[in-house]
């Protein structure tokens, strides 16, 4: 634990914070983006949460038990979103068309294009290099881990999340190495997998999400900023036709409305709603955390859900998937409602939500891994194997503990994880970067002698 402090304190205490804000202070936070790493951090925390559900408490999933059936506290909207880890992949989503167009969008709206366009060659260059490196990274520690049997415990629990997603280990070291490579290559191909690193699905549709944005304002950063908005909104609705159909889970819809939204945030519509932000803020948030509520499963189940899944019949485009479609319009509701919301900026501005932006991407990682491996341990060590029954066969498997193994456990557990988290972002991350900026002045020809071809002299 005090290592943990004493690692937060190196970070926590450059970062300022004033929950207070009056009306002088309105414009200095809608210039502030640093909320979009804080709530890019609390996603992070709740795709693993989700993942947590999945392995011990798989009936928050459904909304509540049996048609019209009573529902527990934690099925019920909002409070199940800790295991709604679609709806937070969603947010990411979001926020990289958000984050990655910021530059650009402001470079265009300044009449300096150019740099604009700089900008999104050296942005989507570096963006696929800083998705790819740690991913590998992460794959190579979970496939070394691995071959050691570190898994072997997660696969033969009763928890599904832990046993579906812990793989065997190789026949051979050699085998491991074509094994590894196949994992690296299967995670950027269609239908992504990785069976070291279950997460890294939804890698690829990240890094498919940024070329969507740097292609669309490749194309449209010299129009007027209200011509480049219009034709933002016409590909947003005309990828809820063709996303589907190109293995794209709203992930078009997702970005696009990001990219919007950072032009709502260039604009001075969001200084003139400023002062109501109070009023109109908690409803919409409200709203949004309700459709991301939405369950991937059962819909028809609550009258709250079923009430959402006929409406999804009447207004959904024809290829819209359903158990998507509320999550993802609850996310770009959300991430709309901020970029409105001086209050909701600076609240999501706090340090530790700042830190929680810091260590999202290693937290999505590393989190699957540790929960395969030392949550396992922690929670199984002391139990037996005995004969559980599922779905009419039985499995030799580790039973789940019991309640006050957990809480003594969880704390233990989220220390170590937490730490390891910020240690890989403060110490590893940089080789990253280094690797990425090695790279950008090669293959930009900013080193010496970097041509793979000898320079015409004439």
């Known amino acids: 634990m005090a290592a943990t402090v004493s690692l937060l304190s190196t970070y926590t205490n450059k970062a300022d914070?004033?929950?207070?804000?009056?009306?002088?202070?309105?414009?200095?936070?809608?210039?502030?983006?640093?909320?979009?790493?804080?709530?890019?951090?609390?996603?992070?925390v709740f795709v693993m949460s989700s993942h947590m559900v999945l392995a011990f408490a798989r009936s928050i999933i459904i909304p509540c038990h049996g048609k019209n059936g009573p529902a527990d506290?934690?099925?019920?909207?909002?409070?199940?979103?800790?295991?709604?880890?679609?709806?937070?992949?969603?947010?990411?989503?979001?926020?990289?068309?958000?984050?990655?167009?910021?530059?650009?969008?402001?470079?265009a709206r300044a009449g300096q294009t150019e740099a604009a366009l700089s900008n999104l060659a050296t942005g989507s260059f570096r963006r696929s290099f800083r998705l790819v490196l740690?991913?590998?990274?992460?794959?190579?520690?979970?496939?070394?881990?691995?071959?050691?049997?570190?898994?072997?415990?997660?696969?033969?629990?009763?928890?599904?999340?832990?046993?579906?997603?812990?793989?065997?280990p190789s026949s051979s070291w050699g085998t491991a190495v074509e094994d590894l490579v196949h994992a690296i290559q299967t995670t950027w191909t269609y239908n992504p997998e990785n069976p070291y690193d279950q997460p890294q699905w939804a890698l690829l549709y990240l890094l498919q999400g940024s070329m969507f944005v740097f292609t669309a304002l490749l194309v449209t950063i010299n129009l007027a900023p209200r011509w480049r908005v219009l034709t933002l909104v016409f590909l947003h609705f005309w990828s809820w036709n063709w996303g589907i159909?190109?293995?794209?889970?709203?992930?078009?819809v997702n970005v696009f409305s990001g990219v919007i939204f950072a032009e709502l945030n260039a604009s001075?519509?969001?200084?003139?709603?400023?002062?109501?932000?109070?009023l109109f803020a908690p409803p919409l948030v409200v709203c949004s955390l309700v459709l991301m509520s939405?369950?991937?499963?059962?819909?028809?189940?609550?009258?709250?859900?079923?009430?959402?899944?006929?409406g999804f019949w009447k207004i959904a485009p024809v290829n819209a998937e359903m158990s998507r479609f509320w999550p993802t319009l609850g996310a770009q509701l959300l991430v709309f409602t901020i970029v409105l919301s001086p209050h909701l900026r600076r609240f999501l501005s706090h340090r530790w939500f700042l830190w929680l932006g810091k260590i999202s991407f290693p937290l999505y990682l590393l989190h699957g891994s540790f929960m395969r491996s030392v949550l396992a341990w922690l929670l199984f060590s002391r139990q037996k194997i005995t004969e559980i029954e599922e779905e009419g066969q039985k499995h030799m498997r580790y039973p789940l503990p019991g309640v006050s193994t957990f809480v003594v456990v969880m704390p233990v557990f989220f220390v170590i994880l937490f730490t390891a988290t910020h240690f890989w972002a403060?110490?590893?991350?940089?080789?990253?970067?280094?690797?990425?900026?090695?790279?950008?002045?090669?293959?930009?020809?900013?080193?010496?002698?970097s041509s793979a071809l000898p320079i015409r002299k004439d």
């Open 17 to 44: 914070w004033n929950p207070s804000l009056n009306e002088h202070g309105y414009k200095k936070a809608l210039q502030d983006t640093s909320w979009a790493d804080g709530l890019r951090g609390i996603a992070a």
């Open 73 to 107: 506290l934690m099925q019920r909207p909002i409070l199940r979103l800790v295991g709604q880890g679609a709806a937070w992949v969603a947010v990411f989503i979001v926020l990289s068309g958000f984050v990655n167009s910021l530059k650009p969008v402001k470079l």
């Open 134 to 168: 740690p991913a590998t990274a992460a794959t190579i520690l979970s496939c070394f881990i691995t071959q050691l049997g570190a898994y072997e415990t997660a696969k033969k629990s009763d928890a599904y999340w832990l046993y579906t997603t812990s793989p065997s």
């Open 245 to 252: 159909k190109i293995g794209d889970p709203m992930v078009g």
């Open 268 to 278: 001075d519509i969001p200084l003139r709603f400023a002062k109501w932000s109070w």
């Open 294 to 310: 939405y369950p991937s499963q059962f819909q028809d189940w609550a009258p709250w859900s079923d009430f959402l899944t006929r």
């Open 426 to 449: 403060v110490k590893v991350e940089p080789y990253f970067g280094a690797m990425t900026k090695t790279a950008e002045d090669i293959m930009f020809g900013k080193s010496e002698g």
